[in-house]
């Protein structure tokens, strides 16, 4: 029976989409087809496959039944019409930038973009000859200005990594597209639950897989999707070729998580907010960061562009780094560290985390105080999250006291 998903919701395309046609000797799961070459005893046949006559897969650099049915399924959640996957986040940020970009163009970008899509745009693009202009994220005007002064990519990211910055992304891929520029997000903050910028306007959708999709901190992978199958066709065979492909295994582990993506986001998201409430309660935090405060500069923005505000949230504490380390380790029902959108609890500090390629300076211009820690809020109870941050709060206070 053929499952009609375009009138489902998104938690019912969650659980179904993408999977009936690998599901094999009737088997309800998507099977692991770890197989380096697909045989064929049909010479014509093979030709027709290799050559992208009639479907089929020839050897898995290119293409496998298992990582086809992960990116099927987001493919559906984005309501893309094409979608390429990846071994890693960073590979598909990567493998897209390079496959559009040559000596002499121009992109345009955010200040506070993932650490590492960071050095890309710092250290790899300068190096063949791209020119790359950051703007202050969050300041629509310079986003704007900088864009028309010509670019070949207008690269936004939404919420941003680790301040939870907002972009408007309808307004962006309109000024983008109307002088021509390819417009490219990367999504993984939202993820497709509660957020599609393809349908605000943009070209390309940008996951790091490992986070939010796969949502169990086991398995690394990326993943873009497109409107055009063109565009993802042309990053397809840049990855095919330079072979950062995504394992099987990971594929499998990532389209089971994602069987739960909503849910998981829900519940994230609302012990999200709670924590983000008593954050701004506690005497010993400056400031906290999350799109769904009224306070955060851009509510109105991530109210209008999102369907709900997400898992991730960060705050500065006063005393900066001291405090960071005297107050992290006292947490009982928190992972220390470096990734985030898991089902548990994840905290660190940007300047270990999200932004440890960067020097102080550098993170000091990006407006990311050293006290900063970011919090990818998992499902467990929320009250017993807060309970926890108040009980290593109030053990800091003592230890201070005496
Ligand atoms: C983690 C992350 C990436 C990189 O993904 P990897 O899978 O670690 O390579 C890119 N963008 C954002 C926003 C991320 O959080």
């Known amino acids: 029976m053929t499952k009609n998903f375009e009138q489902a919701k998104i938690d019912t395309k969650s659980v179904w989409a993408g999977e009936k046609d690998y599901l ?26 290799a050559i992208g006559k009639k479907k089929g897969h020839i050897y898995g650099r290119n293409t496998n039944p298992t990582v086809q049915a992960f990116e099927d399924k987001l493919k559906i959640l984005e309501g893309a019409e094409a979608v390429t996957s990846f071994s890693t986040g960073m590979a598909a940020i990567s493998n897209t930038l390079y496959t559009f970009l040559v000596p002499g163009d121009r992109i345009v970008s955010i200040k506070d973009t993932y650490g590492g899509t960071n ?48 972009t408007d992304i309808e307004k962006m891929a309109k000024v983008g597209k109307d002088l021509g520029a ?48 063109e565009l993802i066709e042309k990053i397809y065979h840049y990855r095919e070729i330079n072979g950062a492909t995504m394992d099987p295994w990971a594929a499998y582990l990532i389209l089971r998580g994602m069987k739960t993506l909503h849910l998981r986001i829900e519940r994230q998201a609302s012990n999200a907010m709670k924590l983000a409430n008593y954050l701004q ?50 947490l009982q029902f928190a992972h220390r560290a470096a990734n985030l959108g898991a089902v548990e609890t994840t905290v660190g500090p940007a300047r270990t985390t999200s932004h440890v390629e960067c020097t ?11 006290g900063l820690i970011r919090v990818s809020c998992g499902i467990e109870d929320g009250e017993d999250i807060i309970s926890d941050f108040k009980q290593a709060f109030a053990s800091l206070r003592t230890a201070v006291r005496s």
């Open 119 to 166: 050095k890309i745009f710092t250290e790899f693009l300068p190096r063949m000859g791209v020119e790359v202009e950051l703007c202050e994220t969050g300041s629509h005007e310079a986003i704007a200005e900088a864009v028309q002064k010509g670019c070949k990519i207008l690269y936004l990211e939404t919420p941003t990594n680790p301040t939870v910055k907002i």
């Open 24 to 49: 094999v000797h009737g088997a309800t799961q998507v099977p692991v087809i770890p197989s380096v070459a697909f045989g064929y005893d049909d010479m014509d046949e093979w030709y027709d496959v």
């Open 360 to 370: 102080p300076e550098e993170r000091a211009a990006m407006g990311i105080p050293e």
């Open 281 to 330: 309660t506690e005497e010993m935090v400056e400031a906290v960061f999350y799109p769904g405060l009224e306070t955060h500069p851009n509510h109105d923005i991530a109210k209008k562009q999102m369907r709900g505000f997400g898992g991730m949230l960060s705050f500065a504490v006063k005393g900066g780094v001291d405090t960071v380390r005297e107050l992290l380790p006292k």
């Open 182 to 229: 390819l417009v490219i997000v990367d999504n993984t903050f939202a993820t497709p639950i509660n957020q599609n910028p393809l349908q605000l306007g943009v070209d390309l959708v940008i996951h790091s897989a490992t986070k939010f999709l796969g949502g169990h901190a086991d398995a690394l992978g990326g993943v873009v999707c497109g409107k055009d199958p």
